[in-house]
């Protein structure tokens, strides 16, 4: 069975900075990955994916992940972050299990931005 | 595009009652729908998979007496809780793919159930 890990429950960073949210999954073959975002009152919405190919991947609001097969990890990234990225990030990872396909979240990562 | 609403947006009911919460997609047809259950400061806990026209396929633990799941069309689910306790206050979450799991999902906002 697949798994993720999200090691950081909360973290600040200044309007501005750099960011970077840590992921590792469980899965004995390569996964599907994913990110969302969780903002108050409204639904997930899908950062990005990635399953095969190139392995950093980007995806919108200018954030992207790197896969790294060797450290089982997705880590999400973004050079400069705006106050509106305030937000629950969900790390996903998707594979068959028991013949049909599935994904599981990891705990998530609620970011705070400071001015 | 791609919008799944979801109804009502909070509920409150008592002990014992049933409540049934709909999840639409808006602009799609959704093959595959999901219900999620959030604990506070917790992951979404996946409760089952629907596929239209079929029974649920639910996770393990997850009573399926208990969590009815209908997906009566390829725009709407629905997911009754029946006979409702204060343990399953929770906020509940669904989504909706066009194909598989690993498609992208598209989600509601959530339902906030609460059992007195």
Not at chain 1, 65 to 93: G, I, T
């Amino acid at each position: 069975a697949q798994s993720v890990t999200q090691p950081d429950i909360h973290i600040t960073v200044s309007e501005g900075a750099s960011l970077e949210l840590r992921c590792n999954y469980s899965y004995g073959a390569t996964p599907y990955l994913f990110w969302y975002v969780q903002s108050p009152g409204q639904g997930l919405q899908l950062l990005l994916k990635y399953f095969s190919g190139d392995t950093l991947v980007q995806g919108i609001k200018g954030f992207e992940a790197e896969f790294k097969r060797s450290q089982s990890s997705f880590n999400l990234r973004k050079p400069s972050v705006h106050w509106s990225d305030a937000a629950e990030y969900f790390c996903a990872v998707g594979a068959d299990s028991g013949g049909y396909q599935k994904v599981t979240f990891g705990t998530g990562t609620k970011l705070q931005v400071i001015p | 595009g791609a919008v799944v609403s979801q109804h009502p947006s909070r509920v409150i009911c008592k002990s014992g009652t049933s409540v049934k919460i709909e999840c639409r997609s808006l602009d799609f047809q959704a093959t595959t729908m999901f219900w999620y259950r959030q604990f506070p400061k917790q992951s979404l806990m996946l409760m089952a998979t629907s596929n239209e026209g079929s029974k649920a396929t639910y996770e393990q633990g997850v009573e399926k007496d208990k969590f009815l799941i209908n997906h009566a069309s390829l725009t709407l689910s629905t997911l009754t809780v029946t006979s409702a306790h204060p343990e399953d206050s929770s906020f509940y979450i669904c989504s909706a793919s066009v194909g598989l799991a690993t498609d992208t999902q598209y989600f509601g906002p959530g339902t906030r159930l609460t059992v007195l």
